[in-house]
RNA sequence: GCUGGCGUAGCUCAAUUGGUAGAGCUCCUGAUUUGUAAUCAGGUGGUUGCGGGUUCGAGUCCCAUCGCCAGCUCCA
């Protein structure tokens, strides 16, 4: 649902949650600063100003082209207004009557917005001091409620959302109870953008994207060791779990994507290319390639469920504009796999699917879980009685893991329902990561069949699932998460080397092999540099451990450790310290 | 794709109203041999994203194009 459906739904159904006291707050603000931009700029003409996950927006049209400088004036502005503590006064009002207030004012989007409103609604009013809007409300006493509040920022948006609609102008803010959360909100603002991925993964020399192959990340040494610890780590997973893991092609003959139905569906979003007066299509996906492999021998219900896991490549074209860093990208590849199974066997494959997602997240550290269940949507294709099974299963199998979710009515895609997995990160934003999507299409388009006990012939449901969904968002997520700090195991260097003199090189090199050796991953400074240097270069690269060695190292045929926080730890031998690091350096079973 | 903004050395950034492209870090040389977050000196490095135009003269102004950034839309 479009930001301009719930807006119109938020304005008229009285289903619609009501508003939590900062939700409400905000929208208040939402009004007290379109109050003072007209007041300011007095054509300005609104359209919706709803509240947001972490503020609020009002969108406006005016001739006067808004900028960050103009923003210390809206917030005079508002701050006149909340100190006049106008009263929120709220009124009925006649669908004609609002009508004509709204184009007396010149209000055309009001008018506009009336219009997509059913008939059968209330329209009610809010007043505060001069300024009024059409509005469902609740809002706050008066405008003295809202105590800190900051413009953010300005952007472009549609008119409903509709690109080919007029442009208005977003005004981003934001409003907190009280200045100290305000300002906590702004100091996590600046903690993510020294978070950011693109820019943590260039200072730690991870990867890099070049404009000859746009939105395609490039990663280095260091990026492909931490991309292939990933890797492995759910290969691990993979074998405990029940997996094979399989490769299957990169370019498929279109037909492929005719019978799978992504020529119809998704065909914008393919590379194609003509060889050989065929038409191919590079894969965006790699289920269809799976229902080939399925088809490639006879099926024997004894044989299901069969797990078929595979990292294989794939390429979309996501439009110009819609790409971000490693989030969004035009090359990835899913820790993806399609399991076949029996209708019978759908609850317990997608508790197992459950099972294996949670530990993955525990161990990477992601603690907050949200998960939600989309069901069937108004077009759908099979059989309603499918449909009903399986979205009981998905949920048994949740409850039978004491999990909460919420439902997502009609959220689900036209071939089956499914389950999505959000983490929070550190910084308590949200992400999707993992999912697990229930598919009656796919099996029924390419004829997948097993022969049952009595020699007769069933359809396999297909269950396409991922935890860390793309390893390259992954990647970018999960860097931000630890901040560059990758736990010892996926660090790219594990520990670095640091001689304090050219005589320490001998010990310090000895040292290297012996860690290589136990399968470490380490870097010696042989650097003339002081202690002090190269213990500041390790630490800003996010090594995880330091090894400094001196006259009493060489001495003691020992190591003084360091950890990239600070901590010294006491001089030990090399057989100790090997031994103790090497657990924790290890991919975790 | 749409709206707006931005592209200067590998990185982070300077460069008066249009008037000879600079600094720090990185890198290389040398000196220094250092005990827990920055030793000193010297040097390399740029057709200012690419292509046009205006001008005596363009990093600066204009057009076009590619890329990036923010937001929108999209992500069956």
Not at 12 to 33: G, K, Q
Not at 56 to 78: K, S, T, V, W
């Amino acid at each position: 649902m479009s930001e301009h459906e719930q807006e119109i739904r938020h304005m008229i159904d009285p289903s619609v949650p009501e508003l939590t006291p900062l939700e409400t707050m905000r929208h208040s603000a939402a009004h007290v600063m379109a109050d003072a931009i007209k007041r300011l700029w007095p054509d300005a003409k609104l359209a919706f100003g709803p509240h947001t996950e972490d503020g609020f927006y009002y969108d406006i049209a005016m001739e006067h082209r808004l900028g960050p400088e103009d923003f210390e004036r809206i917030e005079a502005e508002m701050a006149k207004i909340t100190a006049a503590k106008h009263p929120f006064v709220r009124e009925e009002i006649s669908r004609n009557a609002a009508v004509e207030l709204f184009e007396e004012e010149g209000e055309r989007f009001k008018v506009e917005a009336i219009a997509a409103i059913p008939e059968d609604a209330v329209l009610t009013l809010y007043r505060s001091g001069d300024f009024v809007d059409l509005c469902r409300g609740p809002h706050v006493e008066h405008t003295g409620k809202i105590k800190a509040f900051k413009i953010m920022s300005i952007a472009g948006a549609y008119w409903r959302g509709d690109e080919n609609g007029p442009m208005l102008q977003r005004v981003y803010g934001t409003a907190f109870p009280d200045r100290k959360a305000l300002k906590q909100y702004l100091q996590m603002l600046e903690e993510a953008k020294k978070r950011d991925h693109r820019k943590v993964g260039k200072e730690l020399g991870l990867f890099t994207f070049d404009p000859i192959a746009p939105a395609s990340p490039f990663f280095t040494g260091k990026g492909a060791t931490v991309y292939n610890l990933l890797q492995a780590y759910v290969r691990k997973l993979y074998v405990r779990y029940g997996y094979e893991e399989i490769i299957t092609p990169q370019i498929f003959d279109m037909e492929l994507f005719h019978t799978s139905g992504h020529y119809e569906h998704y065909k914008d979003n393919m590379f194609i290319c003509d060889i050989d007066e065929r038409e191919f299509g590079v894969k965006p996906m790699n289920c269809p390639g799976h229902c080939i492999l399925y088809r490639h021998s006879r099926r024997s219900y004894r044989e299901l469920p069969l797990r078929f896991a595979d990292f294989g490549r794939l390429h979309r074209y996501e439009r110009a504009g819609v790409t971000h860093g490693l989030t969004r990208v035009r090359t990835f590849c899913q820790d993806d796999a399609h399991i076949f199974c029996t209708p019978e066997q759908v609850e317990q494959e997608i508790a197992g699917v459950t099972k294996m997602i949670l530990e993955c997240y525990r161990t990477f550290g992601f603690e907050e879980l949200e998960i939600e269940i989309s069901t069937r949507p108004e077009s759908y294709l099979g059989e309603l009685e499918t449909w009903d099974r399986a979205e009981a299963a998905l949920k048994s199998a949740l409850e039978g893991q004491g999990l909460d979710y919420v439902i997502n009515e009609g959220d689900g895609a036209f071939y089956g329902p499914k389950i999505d997995f959000q983490v929070r990160d550190a910084l308590r934003r949200s992400w999707q990561l993992g999912t697990i999507q229930l598919d009656f299409q796919l099996p029924e388009r390419f004829g997948l069949e097993f022969v049952d006990q009595e020699d007769g012939r069933g359809r396999p449901v297909m269950v396409h699932r991922a935890m860390l969904g793309s390893l390259e968002r992954f990647f970018g997520v999960y860097l931000e998460h630890v901040a560059g700090k990758f736990p010892t195991w996926l660090a790219p260097v594990q520990v670095s080397i640091l001689p304090i003199a050219d005589r320490h090189h001998a010990w310090a090199e000895e040292v290297a092999a012996a860690l290589r050796a136990r399968g470490i991953r380490v870097e010696v400074d042989l650097r003339s540099e002081k202690l002090g240097q190269k213990i500041r270069g390790a630490t800003l690269q996010r090594v995880p451990i330091m090894l400094v060695l001196g006259d009493k190292e060489v001495e003691a045929r020992a190591v003084a450790p360091r950890s990239r926080d600070g901590k010294t730890g006491a001089q030990e031998t090399l057989e100790a310290f090997v031994n103790r690091l090497a657990e924790e350096a290890s991919i975790p079973a």
